[in-house]
């Protein structure tokens, strides 16, 4: 596996309090103008990179069903991975959007099955499986903004994946897809925040506590 991921300080605060919700904002701008900087290539090196890392990741490598996502523009890429486990004969599901900012999930079968939704998301063109889905995984990975080292995900804000992670069982492996300096050394959590186990950074792959199978 790739070298051990570093540390970034950033302040943190109270569990669900308003300087919670508030330094949230602030670090979400930040990072989200630090994506819009990022080139094509440095993109396509990265989607590359956590492709080879994750597919040799134990969890990933055995599993029967992955739960992704297909990357947005800024994001590290995904592509690669998905059609990656796909020819590897991997089950894939994806997720679709409703219309509460819940997630719906459908199986992938390859990128001309994906189509343009609301907001400009990227979604499988098969019958959705229900919100419960996603715990028939063994291996569930995340988009996020960054992450902490006790596992602290930071979203969009949205909700959508706090949900998911509610449904997901323990012990499930579940990994955030980032790029190397969104690994932070804190991130401002709320209640409702759900924690990961892993976090993929072009890098390697790193656990939370957890020892690799």
Not at 73 to 80: F, M, N, Q, S
Not at 81 to 104: I, K, W
Request: glycine share 12%; proline share 8%; aromatic share 4%.
């Amino acid at each position: 596996m790739g070298a051990s991921v570093g540390w970034v300080t950033t302040p943190a605060h109270g569990a669900g309090s308003p300087a919670g919700s508030a330094a949230k904002t602030a670090v979400r701008d930040r990072l989200l103008t630090a994506r819009r900087r990022r080139s094509l290539a440095e993109s396509v090196a990265v989607g590359e990179a956590l492709r080879d890392h994750l597919l040799a990741t134990p969890e990933v490598r055995r599993a029967a069903t992955v739960a992704a996502y297909v990357s947005l523009p800024g994001e590290p890429g995904t592509a690669l991975l998905l059609e990656a486990l796909r020819e590897s004969g991997t089950r894939v599901l994806l997720p679709v959007l409703l219309a509460d900012g819940d997630l719906d999930w459908a199986p992938y079968g390859g990128e001309g099955t994906l189509a343009a939704r609301r907001l400009g998301l990227l979604e499988p063109t098969a019958a959705p499986l229900g919100p419960d889905a996603v715990a028939t995984a063994d291996a569930v990975l995340v988009p996020g903004l960054a992450v902490d080292r006790t596992g602290h995900r930071l979203g969009r804000g949205g909700g959508s994946y706090d949900r998911v992670l509610t449904r997901v069982p323990v012990g499930t492996f579940t990994c955030v897809l980032l790029h190397e300096d969104e690994v932070l050394d804190r991130v401002p959590t709320e209640d409702h925040d759900r924690p990961v186990t892993a976090v993929a950074t072009p890098r390697g792959v790193r656990r939370f506590g957890v020892t690799p199978p």
